[in-house]
């Protein structure tokens, strides 16, 4: 604020009442005024803004306390004053100036044309010093304050570029805090990158105008000395430009107007730092525009970037001033700290990177064992997305206060990736289990079966020939027929009983009385009496076989199935070890629960209700039950049509296996056709045969 080089006008004004007791010669280098009190004084003042006045005031002693009243409202910088008094001795009595500072003199007596003379001169002068200090004390503070405040800014950015993850977000703040610092109207970001042939170039990447609504388009320049943001790309040199159209002789710079005629816009001031990195790298370039700073000496405006609007040609005359000196150095450490940020955050991403293509790579691997269920991890993590997304449209109902951030969206995903990891530490033979007896244990069954077959053909055969012996001494021709007959059935009922048993192999959908039938047909297999070609009893069905035979619910019996099942807890070991980063924590625990049931008949834990587990494990649910019944794949099912799909959904949610509010989104948004078309193409190419 430079109050110093203001106009001063000095007043000398007498009330009427002081008015018989001074002699004022009229003077050029003040000006004199009478008036009857406050009133008249203060209409005085009034006018002439922008104005310092210097005013002296004869008055009587009793006036004084409602002139001081009226003058002390106004700031120093407007007006400074001092009193000379006159009043009776009695009046004054007992009063001490010491404690009223705007009294120079008080008098019981008139002065004379000198002494007022002298008195107007020394009062002015004190009056000239005391405005002169404020107005240094007032500069101190100004620059103590914008230093402190540049130190806050400096640490606020430092805090705040800390903690941007987002790329688009970083740029974004680096350049509304540096706009912010400088009064800029207009900022851009470039970033130095490589093209195929390994040459740098300039990528314009972020921008923004306080005074006109610009889309941003990114574009890519040539890092050359030949443009002005090039040119501080290469040399490390800040620019600080008083005028873009103006450039010195020498510049091997010039400005490309073309952004100003497009726009109706006047680059005029300009700072340009170079953005290193952590070894001194240009990793960029902030270029800062117009400068709005300090205008008018105006102490009240804060935030000229962004309160300032340049509309009209003459608006670029009026605000627009060179960078101050100082932000050359202060804008090159936000720079810095810009830098360091935006490197961070590339490395944060690589890594990311990095570590979704080995978790997809590694869930690939997985799924790879058996093809059945190729692709399902992918599609789960889809629609595990898909639904966390529509959950944040929703605003009402149980779902509508529900909220999913980019991190809560990324930590489901991965949950979803990795939901089905266990799987890794089953025996294949297991999951590949399409009947419910092993193809090597029907193998060996049926030759059983095949034996018992010729087992009984060859004890026909020996009745036949006993028989026939007998037949040689007495003549019995109905016991042969008879016996041919027997020999026929018995070895009919052995291939029906093949049949059978390679009809109970098939995984049971509905639970009929197998165990019955079962037990039925050992009983009587167990009548024939086969013997090995040792002669020992032979066991044609083995007890393993009855124990699979007579599962009564797919093709899985309690302790394959128990196998299965523990899928869940070896995922969440294993993915427990990974040390995730804090924004992470929950994978292990989502991905654990997403067998669970709301009717507690799930696993591991049989966890009832909704408030055991969390909304991520019952998005999952739906997303792994939904995928389970399109897959085409799966050993013991075809695939189902759309509409059967959805009433199998809407029945588990009804049963209170599912949450009912995500089957009714996940049906209502229909997030299964925008899964199925837009985020499976990826594993139809390679996954899924
Ligand atoms: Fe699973
Ligand atoms: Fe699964």
């Not at 009193?83 to 009063?95: D, H, W």
């Not at 490589?194 to 990447?205: I, P, T, V, W």
């Not at 400005?255 to 005029?268: L, M, P, W």
């Not at 009809?503 to 009496?529: D, H, R, T």
Request: aromatic share 8%; glycine share 6%.
């Amino acid at each position: 604020m430079d109050v110093l080089n203001r106009n001063i006008e000095r007043l000398v004004y007498i009330t009427d009442r002081a008015a018989g007791f001074v002699q004022v010669p009229p003077e050029d280098q003040y000006r004199l005024e009478r008036g009857q009190g406050p009133g008249e004084l203060e209409r005085l003042l009034g006018a002439g803004n922008g104005v310092a006045r210097h005013t002296v005031i004869f008055a009587g002693f009793d006036e004084y306390g409602q002139l001081d009243d009226m003058l002390s409202r106004y700031p120093f910088v407007d007006l400074s004053y001092r009193f000379i008094l006159f009043g009776t001795e009695k009046e004054i009595e007992g009063f001490d100036i010491a404690h009223y500072h705007s009294i120079a003199g008080v008098r019981t007596s008139p002065l004379s044309a000198a002494e007022c003379r002298i008195t107007l001169r020394t009062t002015m002068l004190s009056i000239e010093e005391l405005y002169t200090s404020k107005v240094m004390q007032q500069q101190y503070l100004n620059a103590l304050n914008d230093t402190r405040k540049d130190q806050v800014d400096l640490i606020d950015i430092g805090r705040a570029l800390s903690t941007e993850k987002d790329q688009n977000n970083l740029l974004r703040m680096i350049l509304k805090l540096s706009k912010r610092i400088t009064g800029a109207d207009a900022g851009s970001i470039y970033l130095v990158e490589e093209d195929e042939a390994g040459n740098k170039r300039l990528r314009f990447k972020y921008s923004h105008t306080f005074s006109r609504t610009i889309p941003l388009e990114e574009f890519v320049m040539v890092m050359d000395k030949k443009s002005i943001a090039g040119y501080v790309a290469v040399t490390g040199e800040v620019l600080n430009i008083p005028n873009a159209y103006d450039l010195p002789d020498a510049a091997p710079y010039s400005y490309n107007s073309s952004f100003d005629k497009k726009n109706n816009y006047i680059c005029r001031s300009m700072l340009v730092v170079p953005m290193r990195n952590h070894v001194d790298e240009i990793i960029g370039v902030i270029q800062l525009i117009n400068s709005k700073e300090n205008i008018d000496n105006r102490p009240d405006m804060e935030d000229e970037a962004f309160s300032i609007r340049l509309e009209r040609p003459e608006d670029f005359d009026k605000y627009v001033v060179t960078f101050n000196e100082k932000y050359n150095s202060l804008l090159e450490a936000v720079a810095g700290q810009a830098a360091i940020a935006i490197e961070n955050n590339r490395m944060i991403e690589q890594i990311q990177n990095q570590f979704e293509e080995f978790v997809k790579a590694s869930v690939t691997a997985i799924e790879s064992r058996d093809p059945a269920t190729s692709g399902h991890s992918f599609r789960v993590a889809a629609i595990c997305k898909e639904m966390a997304r529509a959950i944040n449209e929703s605003k009402a109902g149980e779902l509508g206060p529900v909220t999913f951030s980019e991190n809560d969206i990324r930590e489901l995903e991965y949950a979803a990736l990795l939901h089905d990891f266990g799987k890794v530490y089953i025996d294949l033979a297991v999951f590949k289990k399409a009947k419910k007896l092993y193809p090597k244990d029907l193998e060996n069954l049926i030759l059983r079966l095949d034996y018992l077959y010729r087992f009984l053909e060859l004890q026909y055969s020996m009745r036949e020939t006993e028989l026939l012996h007998r037949l040689a001494k007495e003549d019995a021709p109905d016991a042969v027929e008879g016996l041919l007959e027997e020999r026929h059935e018995s070895l009919s009922r052995i291939r029906e009983i093949r049949d059978s048993i390679v009809a109970l192999n098939e995984p049971s959908v509905v639970a009929e009385n197998i165990e019955e039938k079962l037990n039925n047909l050992c009983s009587e297999i167990g009548q024939i009496g086969c013997v090995s070609v040792d002669g020992d009893h032979m066991e044609v069905i083995s007890d393993n076989d009855r124990e699979n035979l007579k599962i009564k619910r797919g093709s899985l019996n309690e302790t394959e199935r128990k196998e299965i099942e523990s899928h869940v807890v070896h995922t969440y070991t294993f993915v427990s070890k990974i040390p995730w980063p804090p924004e992470y924590r929950r994978i292990p625990e989502i991905a654990l629960r997403h067998h669970e049931k709301l009717d507690g008949t799930g696993y591991p834990d049989g966890i009832k209700g909704k408030d055991g587990m969390l909304i991520q494990s019952r998005i999952m649910a739906v997303a792994d039950i939904y995928d389970a019944l399109v897959a085409s794949d799966r050993p013991y099912k075809k695939a189902m049509p759309m509409e059967k799909v959805i009433t199998i959904l809407k029945e588990e949610a009804n049963r209170n296996i599912l949450d009912k509010d995500l089957v009714d989104l996940f049906i209502e948004k229909r997030i299964y056709e925008k899964v199925s078309k837009d985020s499976f193409k990826d594993i139809q190419n390679g996954g899924r045969n």
